[in-house]
Every structure is written in C-alpha cells, then in structure tokens.
C-alpha cells in the first residue's frame, strides 16, 4: 500500500521556522493530493494545508499568512514550510495523501506524524 513518511518536526523557539516533508512512495498525479493535518495536545485533528498533483493549494485561513506547501512530483514528497512559529502551533503534524485510480477506487493514507514543539 502507500506509505507516506515525514520528517522535519523538531522543537523550535518562538518566531523561528521549520520546514516539514511527506515522502511518498507512490506517484503524484493531478488529481491527487497530498494534506498536512496537525493535532495540538488535548485537541481534534485539524486541518493546516494541502496541495494536488496539479498544483492547486489550500491553506487553512489561520496559517495562510506564515505557512506554505509545496511539492516536488519527480521526488513525490509534499512540503510544509512554516515560519514564525507560536507555542500554539505546538502539536504532532500528519501527512495525509489521496490517490484517485482510473477505475474510482481511492486510496487514503495517514503518516506517522511528526512532532513540531514551539518554545515561548
């Protein structure tokens, strides 16, 4: 099946940056995305951003000023570049990845989740 594995996460003062990354094992095409979800301590999953084969970006409205996603289709990994960071945006950061077949069947995969911890 497809694996997604993600890496980046680390801790980080307050105002700083980090840069996450989702390595998938399967090819990219248009249609198919690739998310970033973030679950902070005591709190629901949410979503953060997400990017398609085709380059179309979502961003969540509370981020979209100091996050941004990326990807790279030859090397099929998704990028999350955060900066200015907050003791808020503490929390285990998700790849999340949809791949649509011809013949409709979907597949939807989860990473393992990354650990990003914001200093104050």
């Known amino acids: 099946q497809v694996q997604l594995v993600e890496s980046g996460g680390g801790l980080v003062q307050a105002g700083g940056s980090a840069k996450l990354s989702c390595a998938a094992s399967?090819?990219?095409?248009?249609?198919?995305?690739l998310a970033w979800y973030r679950q902070s301590p005591g709190k629901q999953r949410e979503f953060v951003a997400s990017i398609t084969g085709g380059g179309k970006i979502n961003i969540v409205p509370s981020v979209k000023d100091r996050f941004s996603i990326s990807r790279d289709i030859i090397k099929k990994i998704a990028y999350l570049d955060m900066t200015n960071l907050r003791p808020e945006d503490t929390g285990v950061y998700y790849c999340?990845?949809?791949?649509?077949?011809?013949?409709?069947?979907?597949?939807?995969?989860w990473g393992q989740g990354t650990q990003v911890t914001v200093s104050s």
């Open positions: 399967q090819t990219i095409f248009y249609d198919d995305v």
């Open positions: 999340n990845g949809r791949w649509t077949h011809n013949n409709g069947d979907v597949d939807d995969f």
